[in-house]
């Protein structure tokens, strides 16, 4: 028997922490059906469904076939497509294509431009999975309870683990379900009537070209990263993995037992930066508090494209940033409490959990924000998508290109339009190829049990609008929110200055004398500092004095 060659191959994570939606898949989605809908296409090749498939193809597919909802069609099709589209420039024409559509046939047209890598697509539908709710498990449990794995909480709110993170997770899935996905690939001459493969199926090139959205690797510990079909092809696997030169091809037993033994924990993945990432130290350790704050990031290992910062349990200060760390980054804010936290880079993803009481003020992210299990936080952001599940009294400040969606879970979600700038912001924005238009900011789309659900959610009334000013001085030509704010709440950002003039020339006018002037002077002081204490701006304000020598947050 030859030595094994000398292959690390793992699961990559983008796909499942932005490309998997984080909540349980519809059943028509299942396993059985995306074998119905792989020989479906393949059989209507030349109708535009193989090996490209074309958005009209998929939604006829999903609205006629698997009963998908026309919305969630799109979804799922958007949501891959921006995955592996990440020029800022091709991101940004599609924007302005999209904006210039006057009404929905004219959208439709525009989106029946458009297709995805059909294999490719597939294994991206099937890995929705990862979140399906298992009924053994639910039923019985897998485990006694411990702290590490806890059940649904009383108040229905899931306490798990996110599974878009966790390496570990994705790893056992592929493991798991490695001979379903692989099947799904084969071409149908491959499987038996009952659609199953032999153990003399082969596995075209193309397929294992499909696999690399899902899998890659490196050679004898090389630092270069590449994907599964080039170290597939590499001579020295072909004993292991049966790629045969005169098929072109591979044995479907021998790839699948090749693989399983090269498979390994993810060197970039979640739990390598928890276990080896450099610690950043960014946040204040705040006196009287057990709590530590923890930060940590993998650029120090990562290339660009993996880069990742975890922050977890900062706890009442304000924490500023904007670094090169942070750019192209996968953050992940976790267990933060009354705190204000300001992330100014260019960022790739941010999921937000367990947090209470946080203003968050994010620069442009490129993928996904996703807020889940958190009471009373506010996100101030650009970004290509938001999702959130389990939040309550929740106010989102938003400029999105995509319906935000709201999953299951959740209760007093506000929405209101992104209404904040910083020097840098536009230039942020072009790095990641976000526009002011399209912006559906005030057109959610619920995906849960609670679909028709409206009242959920509301959009923020514009007298309790207010902009928001960061504190912080920058280089950069940004003067003002991109894009503008809607004419409701421009109309009373305005009305609520002219009262301010109003208040000033009252003032100015009442003929007040030195003294009376005084003592007006230190009553408003007192009512201003009485209101900055009830509203907790206070804090806010104390936290924004640059800390003493010594203490102060550390460049990173």
């Not at 099709?77 to 800022?88: A, G, I, V």
């Not at 958190?374 to 938003?398: E, M, P, Q, R, W």
């Not at 020097?423 to 002011?436: C, F, I, N, W």
């Not at 009262?499 to 002077?521: N, P």
Request: hydrophobic share 40%; net charge positive.
């Amino acid at each position: 028997m030859e030595a094994a060659a000398p292959v690390r191959l793992w699961v990559k994570t983008e796909p499942f922490l932005v490309g998997v939606l984080p909540v349980p898949p519809p059943a028509r989605l299942g396993p059985h059906y995306l074998r119905k809908m792989a020989a479906y296409v393949r059989a209507r090749a030349a109708e535009g469904c193989f090996p490209r498939l074309s958005w009209p193809r998929w939604r006829h597919i999903a609205c006629g076939k698997l009963q998908l909802g026309r919305g969630l069609a799109w979804l799922y099709f958007e949501l891959f497509h921006s995955l592996l589209r990440r020029d800022p420039a091709r991101r940004l024409e599609w924007a302005e294509a999209e904006a210039a559509c006057a009404s929905a046939d004219e959208l439709e047209r525009e989106r029946s431009k458009l297709s995805v890598d059909t294999l490719q697509f597939l294994l991206f539908l099937y890995v929705q999975q990862v979140n399906k709710v298992s009924l053994r498990r639910s039923l019985i449990g897998e485990e006694w309870p411990s702290p590490r794995t806890k059940s649904p909480s009383l108040t229905g709110k899931s306490a798990s683990e996110n599974k878009n993170w966790n390496d570990q997770d994705h790893r056992a899935f592929v493991q798991s379900h490695l001979s379903d996905m692989l099947e799904l690939l084969l071409e149908p001459e491959q499987l038996t009537a009952s659609s199953h493969p032999t153990h003399r199926s082969l596995v075209s090139y193309e397929a294992v070209c499909a696999l690399s959205f899902l899998i890659e690797g490196t050679v004898n510990k090389s630092r270069t990263v590449r994907p599964l079909h080039e170290l597939a092809l590499w001579q020295p696997c072909h004993g292991q993995n049966g790629y045969s030169k005169v098929s072109r091809a591979f044995s479907f037993p021998k790839l699948e037992s090749w693989l399983r033994s090269c498979l390994t924990t993810n060197p970039f993945g979640m739990t390598a930066c928890l276990k080896s990432g450099k610690k950043l130290a960014w946040a204040q350790q705040v006196e009287g508090t057990t709590r530590r704050a923890k930060i940590a990031c993998n650029s120090h290992v990562a290339p660009e494209v993996f880069s990742m910062v975890i922050m977890s349990q900062v706890y009442k200060q304000t924490l500023a940033k904007s670094s090169d760390t942070l750019v192209g980054a996968h953050v992940r804010i976790h267990r933060c409490n009354e705190s204000f936290i300001y992330l100014l880079s260019p960022l790739r993803s941010v999921t937000i959990e367990k947090c209470r009481n946080s203003t968050f003020v994010l620069g442009p992210v490129q993928a996904s924000v996703h807020v889940h299990s958190c009471d009373n936080v506010k996100v101030i952001v650009v970004c290509h998508c938001l999702s959130l599940s389990s939040t309550a009294g929740c106010t989102f400040y938003i400029l999105t290109p995509t319906q935000p969606l709201i999953l299951s879970g959740n209760e007093a979600v506000s929405f209101a339009p992104f209404h904040t700038h910083y020097p840098m912001l536009e230039d942020h924005m072009a790095q990641v190829g976000l526009a002011t238009l399209p912006n559906y900011w005030d057109n959610p789309m619920l995906v849960c049990k609670e679909s028709s659900d409206t009242s959920v959610f509301r959009l923020l009334p514009p007298l309790d609008f207010y902009t928001f000013v960061i504190p912080f001085e920058m280089e950069g030509d940004t003067t003002e929110t991109p894009g503008g704010l809607p004419h409701a709440y421009q109309k009373a950002l305005s009305q609520r200055e002219r009262k301010v003039q109003i208040w000033q020339k009252t003032v100015k006018e009442a003929g007040l004398t030195k003294d009376q002037r005084k003592q007006f002077q230190i009553l408003v002081e007192n009512k201003f500092y009485e209101w900055l204490v009830q509203t907790g701006n206070r804090q806010q304000l104390d936290s924004l004095v640059p800390p003493a020598a010594g203490s102060e947050q550390a460049a990173g």
